[in-house]
């Protein structure tokens, strides 16, 4: 595949036939309490039940599986707040490789140690998205192949088979919302449910510290600097130059909550249904109490992406065991 060549519909369904057996096809649950909670009928894509503990493994193992097939031997290189670098460094692994992973030294320490203990090599470089750039640029000039978090082919191809998923175990969704990072899941689950479900809307939920997304759909032009400024640690990337105008063409818009709304809504997901999520996929749910009217009595499905959590931080998320 051309890595400058957008996927379509034709990558996300073999993308889906190459995962099958090899990620974990995740549960859609519903919640009565949460559905009263926040007005209207929600279904969760349970993506924290991937081994990694995100959804960020389906798009690392196309990609690296894709190697495989194209018979490219060698290490890959990455850049990452933590759940692609785990996700890589799995997927590496199953195949025989070793990941290289780009980290800022202020990612959270749980996430560094699952990148090391699913056999990745963390390279640790300054906070912000033009440092973790260059760091993998090294990696690649030394060798390895190229497999950042979110701007490539394969990547969003991975990532849509979410909704691939999702719509068949929950047909008839009004609406999807995804959180929006760099953009890989959005631009892909916009692309797969829009072509499966037409007439389905597919929302991003961005944190309001980290709005580049909502601003370059605002602007019409890719936002290429942001200085990010949230909670949610794993959406503080700028959205890809590949994810940007598929997602322009294909999701409804961009919603924002602050970083007061994500805490609240990890409060009341834990509350509801016992379920630990990190604030990256708590700003999804989010959204759906900030934006009511845009959500209130329809069938709404929405990815929990992972469970991955800093509990220095969020220790009342610890205060008893819950299922994964």
């Not at 490539?152 to 191809?157: K, T």
């Not at 919603?255 to 409060?267: F, G, K, Y």
């Not at 991955?308 to 998320?317: G, H, K, M, Q, T």
Request: with cysteine; aromatic share 4%; charged share 25%.
């Amino acid at each position: 595949m051309d890595l400058r060549r957008p996927p379509d519909i034709t990558d996300l369904q073999r993308a889906r036939d190459r995962l099958n057996g090899r990620v974990h096809a995740t549960a859609a649950r519903r919640f009565p309490e949460l559905d009263e909670a926040l007005g209207c009928e929600i279904v969760l894509k349970c993506e924290q039940e991937q081994p990694t503990g995100a959804f960020k493994l389906r798009g690392a193992t196309n990609a690296v599986v894709r190697l495989r097939e194209q018979n490219v031997e060698g290490d890959v290189a990455t850049h990452s707040s933590g759940n692609h670098g785990a996700a890589l460094a799995w997927a590496a692994r199953e195949d025989g490789r070793k990941a290289w992973v780009v980290m800022p030294e202020n990612a959270v320490p749980a996430k560094v140690e699952a990148v090391r203990r699913f056999g990745g090599e963390v390279v640790f470089c300054a906070p912000g998205q033009a440092p973790r750039e260059a760091g993998m640029r090294e990696l690649v000039a030394r060798g390895h192949h190229p497999i950042p978090p979110y701007d490539h082919p394969d990547i969003i191809a991975g990532q849509g088979t979410t909704a691939l998923e999702l719509l068949e175990q929950a047909p008839g969704l009004d609406c999807l919302v995804t959180p929006l990072g760099g953009g890989g899941l959005l631009a892909g689950c916009a692309l797969g449910a829009t072509h499966t479900a037409p007439g389905i809307e597919v929302w991003g939920a961005e944190p309001a510290g980290a709005a580049d997304g909502a601003a370059s759909l605002d602007q019409g032009v890719r936002v290429e600097t942001w200085s990010p400024d949230t909670v949610a640690d794993g959406l503080r990337a700028i959205i890809g130059e590949l994810t940007f105008p598929i997602i322009r063409s294909h999701a409804a818009g961009v919603l924002l909550a602050d970083d007061e709304a994500i805490v609240d809504a990890m409060r009341l997901v834990f509350g509801t249904t016992g379920l630990r999520i990190e604030p990256s996929s708590a700003v999804a749910l989010a959204v759906l109490r900030e934006h009511p009217e845009t959500f209130r009595g329809k069938r709404v499905g929405v990815v929990i992406t992972g469970s991955n959590i800093d509990f220095e931080r969020f220790p009342w998320l610890a205060t008893k065991a819950v299922d994964p």
